[in-house]
């Protein structure tokens, strides 16, 4: 049974499960609706999407995306981790940091919430750090709440600033260049299948087909109306001395987290990585916010190969 301890405050709960029944029968009735597949390394994940599964898996295992250029995660570290989707990653770092280190998740969609609710009870064991999750977004402190988009189909990327088309553009080149070889999805039947298309159709079939995916992945989509806090408030309110690493991934909301950290916060992060939508001259503000805020000696941003024409980078900056 999984011993390390996960800690949500009934006001971090986007559901009040303390104070209100019918609320908790709702969230009882979204908990045992998870679907779980079985990870590489023993786990069980529960998930929304199961093509985040392989992504998330592929970025945070394998690729260890999030520790590069220098980048680490030691024993007794803090963890700050926005954008916490499923959990995959808080689980990552709460395994690397391990019982003396905090991990601090923080989730806004309640549905993807409560999966990461679920998951970090059934993911952490014994020797792991502990973890708080909480329920919000995480914003620059001028809204106390915003609607959030939810996509069922591709929950990752959910977001307060909606770009159907950035969003669109961004996964036809992902498939493009992951369906010959399947390398970071799911080995479904219709992803195979679609796979042997990418090889043998024709460029406009598949880019047809690709698009007709792209399109189904983003119907149905859901809002939902989420609080809003900033980095500063987590750093007092979990009363965090030091963030060894702060993760961002917030699809398109980047720069409002950046401008949410108070300007004696800034030398408390050690540590930064954070996915960056080069959308609207997104990555010259940051260049600029880190080089006017941050003490980080170095700074690299990067480009996935699989997303190279897309406007997704990786941004690392690191103190010492």
Sequence with gaps: MPSAQVLVG??????????????YRRSRTVFASFRTCPLPTGEDVAY???????????????????LQHGVTISPGNTVLDVGANIGMFAAFAAQRVGVLGH???????PLTFDVLRHNMGTM???????????????????RETVDFTFYPAAA???????????????????????????????LSLTNRVASLAARIAPNWLV????????????????????????????IETEGLQC??????????????????????????????????????????????LLDDKGSFAKCVVEQDSQLKGSTLYNLYALQD
């Design 156 to 186: 990752g990327w959910s977001t307060m600033y909606p770009d159907a088309t950035e969003v669109s553009d961004a996964m036809d080149i992902f498939l493009e260049r992951s369906l010959p070889t399947l390398e970071g999805m799911d």
């Design 48 to 66: 929304l999407s199961k093509p985040d599964v392989a992504f998330l898996y592929r970025e945070v295992y394998e690729k260890q995306s999030y």
């Design 243 to 288: 963030v060894d690493l702060l993760k961002i991934d917030v699809e398109r909301a980047e720069l409002d987290v950046l401008r949410g950290i108070a300007d004696e916060d800034w030398r408390k992060i050690r540590q930064l990585v954070m996915e960056v939508h080069d959308d609207k001259n997104t990555l010259s503000a940051i260049r600029e």
């Design 207 to 234: 880019e047809n087909l690709s698009r007709l995916s792209v399109n189904q992945m983003l119907a149905h989509k859901k809002q939902f109306c989420c609080p809003l806090t900033t980095v500063s408030a987590i």
């Design 10 to 23: 009934a006001k971090d709960y986007w559901l009040p499960l303390r104070d209100n029944r019918s609320a």
């Design 124 to 142: 952490l064991r014994e020797g792991d750090a502990p973890i708080t999750i909480i329920n919000k977004g995480v914003g620059d402190g001028l």
């Design 103 to 109: 991990v601090v998740a923080v989730e806004p969609i």
